[in-house]
């Protein structure tokens, strides 16, 4: 626990967001999905970037 609420601290002194989340291993694993189904992915430098057509 101790260990948990260091990195909180953390989190907190560097103004990164952050929640959490309680409830079984299931809820815990469907409600961080639907929160990151909010949010749009970084593309990745690798990826081929779409080509546009005149």
Known sequence: MVFQKQI???LLVRHIPFFRVRGDLQYR???VERV???F??????????P????
């Open 29 to 31: 694993i469907r409600y």
């Open 40 to 49: 749009q992915k970084y593309h990745n430098l690798l990826d081929p970037l």
């Open 36 to 38: 990151l189904a909010q």
């Open 51 to 54: 080509i546009a057509h005149d």
């Open 8 to 10: 909180v601290s953390d």
